[in-house]
């Protein structure tokens, strides 16, 4: 209980009994009312609470902290075990406050005393200093009064001294003007006009205000006489022009400083300098010519830079220099002579320019362009009427479209070319034992060749739009040329060029169609495909990734391109499907045609153009497998190779036509077929063809089933001419259903083949079924 009775940490000592000590809180409360007195604060509110609520007694950290009430509440209110803990926690933060004291001492222990020892150095050093500073003092004084002496003593002198130090200098000034006539003869002799011209310009002002005393007038007379002939020889040298432009700015300088007429001389000085550089524009021109092989596009831009342009900068900057005072009229008359200038100057480069447009390295150019802007920032500086920088940005901006130009072309022919290489690639014979490239490797070899066309156009183009190159951040150049010169005119223009070159052979027969290898329709159809999947979308993030496009003009989505490449890839297969199902139409066209179906043989044998038949189809199959994928089939029937047109046996061919072609009803066979007709499937024959194989096949076949079946509905049959096109059409069946999505669908066209067949035979006696298993599997 003692523990709690010892003052708690935050307590106030001002409760402590008497001692030294009572005195320092004492004065810390003194300066805390001060504080609450200068705030307008209450005891309350300096403590945190409102000011309305009495002071706390048992606030440890309270100003008005009572130990004894402190105590009294804690025995009423709390137990023995809560006041042990309390008097526990109370010596632990007393520990915890004295170790914190004692590590502060220790801490500052060290800064305490070098702090004391450094306070007594400063104490002996400002000894010594106040002794220095009492001697400075006595010093300084000795020397104001040897001063005050030294000047009362020669104030005297000092006063005769400016006199005739006046004296003196207005002596020399008489001297300088008896003088001047000899010196300006003398600098006119040795061809020092500068300096005579300075002299002159010292002395007017005096032989002006004293021209009335007669020497002076006489003076005066002869320096005019001399300045005359000095301004007639500074204008016999200025006339003869061949000194340099530095040279004739000094001669106008000079004679505007004798007093000669400045528009006179501003015409003078024009017509001098139009002399010199119409002399470097003849240079240029020369260069030009037809005999003498040009220079480089570099060199001649170098040429031009250095001769025409440089001169043209000394031209201006003396001109503005001499004659300023002539204001805005000057200012016209040289923005007009630059421009004049400047547009032969142009068209000499634009000249040049041209010759340069069948290059395929931009490099060379862009340099040269560089070059050429860079020289024209200068004059077009200091001649921002004459509009000089805006027609070399002007001359740049034009260059850089055709060249974009020349790279669409040069793409456009890459495309020929490698079209070219494709049909001598298929035209070319095939050695023995030895093939040549398929049709997925000369698509590989296309694609990548134009692909590499693409990215070194775009390397080409990007080099106008490099950091280093002045003219790239014109707004031009950061707008309109990435998105409406490269993505839309370069990249978006080649790929909807190469679609349309591509329709193109799907002309009609007698155009581009007729000679087109129906291998290069297969290939340009999948190279078109293969755009629309993945090609077009990677160019056009390429060229967005290397062209910053800052234009909001509106450009082609990537859908839309998309969806042109695959209509022409559409359009190219279905143009494939046709070609191809003619060449077998053909055939089979002319196999109907050229026979006498009425007197045939009783058949033995397969047609031979029935086998040739098959083999194209097989090789059509193959030549589309190779760049397309399979497709989706129906699901085949077990009996698909075994059928053998169950309409064709005796029993069934007896029922179905005998009725019909007896005497007494010749109109019950068109009745039935008619009838039929209703009940079965609609084929359409030019239904739109899918990316796949069987969707190829499939059209194709379908083309020459029903080629075949209008020719046998034109023909008139025998019985062996049925049984003929019946042992054709199961011979086709036995082979084609495998190339086709349904093969009912070759089941349905072979049958209404026979059936026309029959209906068109006087006579129609089928041949038995076995028998044409027979005669197939022997074929």
Request: proline fraction near 5%.
């Amino acid at each position: 209980m003692a523990a709690a009775a010892a003052p708690p940490p935050g307590s106030s000592p001002g409760d402590a009994p008497e001692g030294p000590d009572a005195e320092a809180p004492e004065r810390r409360r003194k300066a805390h009312g001060m504080l609450k007195l200068y705030y307008g604060l209450s005891e309350g509110e300096a403590a945190g609470r409102p000011a309305g609520d009495p002071p706390d007694p048992t606030d440890l950290n309270g100003a008005h902290f009572d130990p004894e009430v402190y105590l009294d509440k804690l025995r009423r209110e709390c137990p023995l075990a809560q006041l042990m803990d309390s008097e526990t926690d109370m010596v632990r933060q007393i520990r915890a406050l004295d170790s914190d004291m004692q590590t502060l001492v220790y801490e500052n222990y060290n800064k305490f005393i070098s702090a004391t020892d450094t306070i007594r150095k400063m104490k002996n050093d400002f000894r010594k200093m106040e002794d220095e500073m009492d001697r400075l003092a006595t010093n300084m004084a000795v020397i104001t009064d040897f001063s005050a002496r030294i000047s009362a003593t020669l104030q005297d002198r000092h006063e005769r001294i400016t006199k005739l130090a006046g004296v003196h200098a207005l002596l020399r000034k008489l001297q300088f003007l008896f003088e001047l006539p000899s010196r300006l003869t003398k600098c006119v002799e040795l061809g020092a006009f500068g300096q005579a011209v300075r002299y002159q310009g010292r002395a007017r002002a005096v032989l002006q205000q004293y021209q009335h005393l007669p020497s002076f007038r006489a003076i005066q007379d002869d320096c005019q006489l001399i300045s005359a002939r000095l301004a007639q020889q500074l204008r016999q040298r200025f006339r003869e022009g061949g000194s340099g432009a530095p040279e004739q700015a000094e001669c106008v300088e000079l004679l505007l400083a004798l007093g000669e007429p400045a528009d006179e001389l501003c015409e003078e000085f024009l017509a001098h300098a139009r002399g010199r550089l119409e002399e470097e524009l003849r240079g240029l021109e020369a260069e030009l010519g037809p005999s003498p092989p040009a220079p480089d596009v570099l060199e001649f831009t170098d040429r031009g830079g250095s001769g025409f342009v440089g001169g043209l900068c000394q031209v201006a900057a003396a001109y503005r220099e001499l004659f300023a005072a002539q204001g805005a009229a000057g200012a016209e008359k040289l923005a007009a002579f630059a421009r004049e200038l400047g547009g032969r100057y142009f068209a000499l480069v634009e000249r040049r320019l041209a010759q340069e447009q069948g290059g395929g390295d931009n490099s060379l150019l862009v340099r040269a362009l560089d070059r050429f802007h860079r020289r024209l920032r200068a004059p077009g500086a200091l001649l921002a009427a004459a509009g000089l920088a805006e027609a070399a940005t002007e001359i740049v901006e034009r260059v850089a479209r055709e060249r974009l130009d020349h790279h669409l072309q040069g793409l456009h022919a890459a495309f020929l070319g490698c079209l070219t290489d494709v049909r001598q690639a298929l035209a070319a014979p095939r050695l023995a034992g030895k093939e040549g490239p398929g049709l997925a490797e000369l698509l590989a070899a296309v694609a990548s060749s134009i692909l590499s066309h693409i990215k070194a156009s775009l390397a080409s183009a990007h080099l106008f739009t490099a950091k280093e190159v002045s003219f790239s951040n014109k707004p031009y150049f950061r707008g309109e040329f990435c998105s409406q010169g490269v993505r839309e005119g370069l990249i978006v223009g080649f790929i909807r060029s190469m679609c349309q070159t591509a329709q193109s052979f799907c002309d009609s027969p007698g155009e581009k169609g007729a000679a087109t290898p129906p291998a290069l329709l297969l290939l340009l159809s999948r190279l078109c495909l293969d755009y629309e999947t993945a090609t077009i979308s990677y160019v056009l993030t390429l060229t967005d990734e290397q062209f910053l496009v800052q234009d909001q003009s509106p450009v082609t989505p990537v859908s839309t391109l998309c969806a042109e490449a695959r209509e022409t890839a559409r359009r190219l297969l279905t143009h494939y499907v046709k070609v191809q199902g003619l060449v077998i139409s053909q055939m089979l066209r002319k196999s109907v045609e050229t026979r006498d179906w009425l007197s045939t043989l009783e058949p033995r044998n397969v047609r031979a153009v029935m086998k040739r038949v098959v083999e194209d189809t097989t090789a059509i199959d193959v030549q589309v497998g190779l760049l397309y994928e399979e497709g989706v089939r129906k699901a085949q029937s077990s009996d698909s190779s075994k059928r053998t047109f169950s309409v064709y046996s005796s029993s069934r061919q007896q029922g179905r036509y005998a009725p019909s072609y007896t005497p007494s009803a010749p109109m019950d066979t068109n009745l039935l077929s008619n009838i039929q007709k209703l009940f079965s499937e609609r084929i359409d024959v030019f239904s739109p063809v899918e990316f796949n194989k069987v969707s190829v096949l499939t059209g194709i076949i379908k083309i020459s089933l029903k080629t075949l079946l209008e020719c046998v509905r034109l023909r008139t049959f025998g019985r062996f001419g049925l049984q003929q096109v019946q042992v054709d059409c199961h011979f086709l069946q036995l082979y084609l259903w495998r190339f086709v999505a349904d093969e009912e669908l070759v089941h349905l066209l072979l049958d209404e083949v026979v059936a026309s067949a029959a209906l068109r035979c006087p006579d129609p006696v089928p041949m038995e079924p076995s028998v044409v298993e027979v005669i197939c599997e022997r074929g």
